[in-house]
């Protein structure tokens, strides 16, 4: 069982940065592949990106790619979304999740792959 808490979000203008992070309980942390997703109100959970258990491998959405970065650290179990470039399209709701994979590279940008899923933390970007 994997327990997943995201935190790091928060109130910031258009232009700003935010770097929201994903801690994981358990000891196998590098065998999971990791994603975040994000939720604005009133609709769909959408994908955002997805890192490899080693870290090596990594896959954005178009929405994000060149603003936001995926990274992890294994080491201290925990996950990293960096964002940089904020627009007002970007306020939802930021989940984590995971799922463990064979295959050491594996990345998924469904959500019906990741088996484990944190709280969410909010994220506000004001024009």
């Known amino acids: 069982q994997v327990q997943l808490v995201e935190s790091g979000g928060g109130l910031v203008q258009a232009g700003g940065s935010l770097r929201l992070s994903c801690a994981t309980s358990?000891?196998?942390?590098?065998?999971?592949?990791m994603g975040w997703f994000r939720q604005a109100p009133g609709k769909e959970r959408e994908f955002v990106a997805t890192?490899?258990?080693?870290?090596?491998?990594?896959y954005y959405s178009d929405s994000v790619k060149g603003r936001f970065t995926i990274s992890r650290d294994n080491a201290k179990n925990t996950g990293y979304l960096q964002m940089n470039s904020l627009k007002p399209e970007d306020t939802a709701v930021y989940y984590c999740?995971?799922?463990?994979?064979?295959?050491?590279?594996?990345?998924?940008?469904?959500?019906?792959?990741?088996?484990?899923w944190g709280q969410g933390t909010q994220v506000t970007v004001s024009a």
């Open positions: 999740a995971a799922y463990r994979s064979l295959l050491t590279e594996s990345t998924s940008s469904s959500s019906n792959n990741y088996l484990y």
């Open positions: 890192i490899s258990g080693t870290g090596g491998r990594t």
């Open positions: 358990g000891r196998t942390f590098s065998t999971y592949s």
